[in-house]
Nanobody, 120 residues
Framework: QVQLVESGGGLVQAGGSLRLSCAASGRTFSSYAMDWFRQAPGNKREFVAAISKIGGRTRYAGSVKGRFTISRDNAKNMVYLQMNSLKPEDTAVYYC?????????????WGQGTQVTVSS
């Protein structure tokens, strides 16, 4: 069982930056690949970024590539999403997710989400 708690969301102006954090419980954090997803009002939840279990590989949605960076610290059971050059269309609830298989479609655990609002 893994519990995920996101933090770091908030209100920021377009062009600004935010760093999201996701704290994971349990002693098997390094057994899970970690993803970030987001869901804007009226939209389906969409993939944002992924990182492999040890952190050697990452993957990004085209809409955020070059602006967002995913990272993890297995010693601290943390995963991060550094978001730069934010745009109003990045406004959404952001969720971290734990996956047994790196870069797979099936998510094993979800966090509760943190709101990110980007004003124009």
């Amino acid at each position: 069982q893994v519990q995920l708690v996101e933090s770091g969301g908030g209100l920021v102006q377009a062009g600004g930056s935010l760093r999201l954090s996701c704290a994971a419980s349990g002693r098997t954090f390094s057994s899970y690949a970690m993803d970030w997803f987001r869901q804007a009002p009226g939209n389906k939840r969409e993939f944002v970024a992924a990182i492999s279990k040890i952190g050697g590989r990452t993957r990004y949605a085209g809409s955020v590539k070059g602006r967002f960076t995913i990272s993890r610290d297995n010693a601290k059971n943390m995963v991060y999403l550094q978001m730069n050059s934010l745009k109003p269309e990045d406004t959404a609830v952001y969720y971290c997710a734990a996956l047994t298989t790196s870069f797979a479609d099936e998510v094993d655990y979800w966090g509760q989400g943190t709101q990110v609002t980007v004003s124009s």
